[in-house]
């Protein structure tokens, strides 16, 4: 058996075509990692989100979420908010900044990935998303 039919090897290869596009496209001309919009978009997608939800969701500690948010924060594209129904609590927004650039970015990011893949028919790409986003939500 080759390396070719292990669906590991094979994401992993994907991955790196698919992330070295993302820093050509938008992590160099933004100054942006991928955890970076990520955490952004995220934001931009569930307004009023707590720390505490955005680092489970993206699976990560507490204190490094805390750490990403700081180096955000900085850059002044987003946001802490007491919140509304826990005043102990805190939720996160974009800035008028980050807002314009996660829409920015995403338009770009869709883009460069169309013509990444434009080899796929666009039933392909829709399968391959279906694919991944059910490889992803697999529990080990």
Same mark, same amino acid.
């Given at each position: 058996?080759?390396?070719?039919? +292990?669906?590991?090897?094979?994401?992993?290869? #994907?991955?790196?075509?698919?992330?070295?596009?993302?820093?050509?496209?938008?992590? $160099?001309?933004?100054?942006?990692?991928?955890?970076?919009?990520?955490?952004?978009?995220?934001?931009?997608?569930?307004?009023? +989100?707590?720390?505490?939800?955005?680092?489970?969701?993206? #699976?990560?500690?507490?204190?490094?979420?805390?750490?990403?948010?700081?180096?955000?924060?900085?850059?002044?594209?987003?946001?802490?908010?007491?919140? +509304?129904?826990?005043?102990?609590?805190?939720?996160?927004?974009?800035?008028?900044?980050?807002? %314009?650039? %996660?829409?920015?970015?995403?338009? %770009?990011?869709?883009?460069?990935? #169309?013509?990444?893949? #434009?080899?796929?028919?666009?039933?392909?790409?829709?399968?391959?998303?279906? +694919?991944?986003? $059910?490889?992803?939500?697999?529990?080990?």
């Amino acid at each position: 058996m080759s390396l070719n039919r +292990i669906t590991g090897y094979q994401l992993v290869q #994907a991955g790196i075509v698919t992330g070295a596009n993302f820093m050509r496209e938008v992590g $160099k001309p933004h100054k942006l990692r991928p955890v970076e919009f990520t955490i952004l978009q995220l934001i931009f997608e569930t307004p009023h +989100i707590s720390p505490t939800v955005l680092a489970k969701t993206l #699976a990560m500690t507490t204190p490094s979420m805390t750490a990403w948010l700081d180096k955000l924060s900085k850059r002044k594209l987003l946001m802490r908010e007491k919140s +509304i129904k826990d005043g102990r609590g805190q939720t996160l927004a974009l800035t008028n900044s980050g807002l %314009v650039l %996660v829409e920015d970015v995403l338009k %770009v990011l869709l883009e460069s990935e #169309a013509k990444l893949l #434009a080899h796929l028919s666009l039933g392909e790409r829709e399968m391959l998303l279906e +694919i991944l986003q $059910k490889i992803s939500s697999t529990k080990s």
